[in-house]
């Protein structure tokens, strides 16, 4: 992974749902709320498949 990224200093890994939810009346994510996830600013190409792939993985997903 490019060390760039900041995917590895999630507190929470957001499922699927909650990324779609999460997105403001015009369709996008806030700065903010992307950095709650640990994605970078601005976001790179892949983020979504990337947190996905996490939640996947992550005893949060085993725990829903």
Do not use: C, I, N
């Not at 900041?6 to 779609?20: A, G, Q």
């Not at 999460?22 to 990337?50: D, F, H, I, N, S």
């Amino acid at each position: 992974m490019d060390p760039g990224r900041r995917y590895d200093r999630l507190v929470t890994v957001p499922s699927p749902e909650e990324v779609e939810a999460a997105r403001t009346p015009a369709g996008g994510w806030t700065r903010e709320q992307l950095a709650e996830w640990g994605v970078p600013w601005p976001p790179p190409k892949g983020w979504k498949a990337t947190l996905a792939e996490r939640w996947k993985t992550s005893d949060e997903h085993d725990e829903q």
